[in-house]
């Protein structure tokens, strides 16, 4: 136990509130700091303080006035935050330059491009007029992102160099400095990955199939479907990404805590779109991953944030089952009535079934343009790879939204 020690913790929404019950199961006192007083985590927390998770003096007022020993934060991309904050006291952290440049879209292209890290190749563009210019350097399609945003807001395929202008302006609304990449489009799996980094030691914990199979519904917005695990990869395939996503955290130099990246595969070579000095959303390594495997990062990475000693039991893999997630995608109207979502809870294989609390009759539904526009979604267990799809497809498939257009 130890009841002594204090974490800070930057968010208290649904997934952050995982972190509470894992510190909680550590002897940990939590304080959060979320700037919705409606945060879930909130309720949870040992104390609550409701402000700006970015105002760094501000984060830092509460380290020192509540003798923090730790502070962390889990789904959410401010890395750079988390790390400026435990620089300013002397708290465990990474370096907040490795954590800028693994944040930053562009920079982190930049440092693939010099230490030979396969990836997209890109240009960026500050204006609408710089776009058309360097789009002009792209084949069709290309992908239009904001170099600061996650998410996949403001992420765009391109397939008219017309359609440029208005696409710049619609990116850089996710935007603060209005700058974009633009970058080669490519076709092939896309898989998640996520490792925990101790010492310098990279230990790659999760590997997942990423979902795209409604992409097509989805036109110029790229919206991810959930994920599998295990892998339906040759284990030759899965060891080159691994190796692949290692590198790029080297490249990166993010020697401690975690790193989450996404990868395709390209022409049967695997190419790095992402690697962000985070933990991942979307139920990945708070769900999924230890279902599948029995890994579990949260609670080294909450040990490590205090400065303690990291139990390695949470990293060794206990079994070899499988787990599956998918998002409820309704169309988007108006909702008159859902059926089946008290009942999809007794399906077998069904461990979590989410849809956010507002989420009822008379919601609007709006087009789904990037993740956090999805309203919830189940997870489902199997022996295997194939069980676990079918046991969340038929739970997906057994709720019933009627929309009114």
């Given at each position: 136990?130890?009841?002594?020690?204090?974490?800070?913790?930057?968010?208290?929404?649904?997934?952050?509130?995982?972190?509470?019950?894992?510190?909680?199961?550590?002897?940990?006192?939590?304080?959060?700091?979320?700037?919705?007083?409606?945060?879930?985590?909130?309720?949870?927390?040992?104390?609550?303080?409701?402000?700006?998770?970015?105002?760094?003096?501000k984060m830092s007022e509460i380290v020192?006035?509540?003798?923090?020993?730790?502070?962390?934060?889990?789904?959410?991309?401010?890395?750079?935050?988390?790390?400026?904050?435990?620089?300013?006291?002397?708290?465990?952290?990474?370096?907040?330059?490795?954590?800028?440049?693994?944040?930053?879209?562009?920079?982190?292209?930049?440092?693939?491009?010099?230490?030979?890290?396969?990836?997209?190749?890109?240009?960026?563009?500050?204006?609408?007029?710089?776009?058309?210019?360097?789009?002009?350097?792209?084949?069709?399609?290309?992908?239009?992102?904001?170099?600061?945003?996650?998410?996949?807001?403001?992420?765009?395929?391109?397939?008219?160099?017309?359609?440029?202008?208005?696409?710049?302006?619609?990116?850089?609304?996710?935007?603060?400095?209005?700058?974009?990449?633009?970058?080669?489009?490519?076709?092939?799996?896309?898989?998640?990955?996520?490792?925990?980094?101790?010492?310098?030691?990279?230990?790659?914990?999760?590997?997942?199939?990423?979902?795209?199979?409604?992409?097509?519904?989805?036109?110029?917005?790229?919206?991810?479907?959930?994920?599998?695990?295990?892998?339906?990869?040759?284990?030759?395939?899965?060891?080159?990404?691994?190796?692949?996503?290692?590198?790029?955290?080297?490249?990166?130099?993010?020697?401690?805590?975690?790193?989450?990246?996404?990868?395709?595969?390209?022409?049967?070579?695997?190419?790095?779109?992402?690697?962000?000095?985070?933990?991942?959303?979307?139920?990945?390594?708070?769900?999924?991953?230890?279902?599948?495997?029995?890994?579990?990062?949260?609670?080294?990475?909450?040990?490590?944030?205090?400065?303690?000693?990291?139990?390695?039991?949470?990293?060794?893999?206990?079994?070899?089952?499988?787990?599956?997630?998918?998002?409820?995608?309704?169309?988007?109207?108006?909702i008159t009535s859902i059926r089946g979502?008290?009942?999809?809870?007794?399906?077998?294989?069904?461990?979590?079934?989410?849809?956010?609390?507002?989420?009822?009759?008379?919601?609007?539904?709006?087009?789904?343009?990037?993740?956090?526009?999805?309203?919830?979604?189940?997870?489902?267990?199997?022996?295997?790879?194939?069980?676990?799809?079918?046991?969340?497809?038929?739970?997906?498939?057994?709720?019933?939204?009627?929309?009114?257009?």
């Amino acid at each position: 136990m130890n009841n002594n020690l204090k974490l800070l913790l930057l968010g208290a929404g649904v997934e952050q509130k995982i972190v509470i019950d894992h510190a909680h199961d550590l002897g940990i006192f939590v304080i959060a700091v979320d700037e919705n007083s409606n945060a879930v985590g909130l309720k949870f927390a040992d104390k609550s303080i409701v402000s700006d998770i970015k105002d760094v003096d501000k984060m830092s007022e509460i380290v020192k006035e509540e003798h923090i020993d730790g502070v962390f934060s889990h789904a959410i991309d401010i890395p750079h935050i988390v790390a400026e904050i435990a620089q300013q006291n002397n708290l465990p952290g990474i370096d907040p330059t490795v954590a800028y440049t693994a944040t930053n879209k562009l920079k982190r292209m930049e440092c693939f491009k010099k230490e030979k890290i396969p990836a997209p190749t890109f240009v960026h563009a500050s204006s609408s007029k710089d776009a058309v210019e360097k789009a002009k350097t792209l084949e069709l399609p290309f992908v239009l992102k904001p170099i600061d945003s996650a998410g996949a807001r403001g992420v765009l395929k391109v397939e008219k160099y017309d359609d440029v202008p208005r696409l710049y302006n619609e990116a850089i609304t996710y935007s603060s400095s209005k700058t974009v990449l633009l970058e080669e489009y490519l076709e092939g799996p896309q898989i998640s990955t996520e490792a925990i980094i101790i010492n310098g030691k990279i230990i790659t914990t999760g590997f997942a199939d990423r979902n795209y199979s409604d992409q097509q519904r989805f036109k110029q917005f790229f919206i991810e479907n959930g994920h599998t695990i295990p892998s339906v990869l040759s284990e030759k395939m899965q060891q080159k990404i691994i190796q692949t996503t290692e590198n790029a955290i080297k490249s990166l130099k993010i020697n401690w805590g975690v790193a989450k990246g996404d990868v395709i595969i390209d022409n049967d070579k695997p190419k790095i779109l992402e690697m962000a000095a985070r933990t991942s959303g979307g139920r990945f390594s708070s769900d999924t991953v230890p279902l599948a495997t029995g890994i579990n990062i949260l609670k080294p990475l909450i040990q490590m944030s205090l400065g303690l000693p990291i139990e390695k039991q949470y990293l060794k893999k206990k079994h070899g089952g499988a787990a599956a997630q998918r998002y409820f995608l309704p169309s988007p109207g108006k909702i008159t009535s859902i059926r089946g979502l008290t009942e999809c809870k007794d399906l077998p294989g069904i461990y979590d079934v989410y849809l956010q609390d507002d989420v009822n009759a008379g919601y609007i539904i709006k087009p789904i343009k990037n993740h956090p526009d999805r309203i919830g979604h189940i997870i489902a267990t199997g022996s295997t790879r194939e069980e676990a799809i079918h046991n969340v497809e038929r739970g997906i498939n057994s709720v019933k939204f009627e929309v009114m257009n």
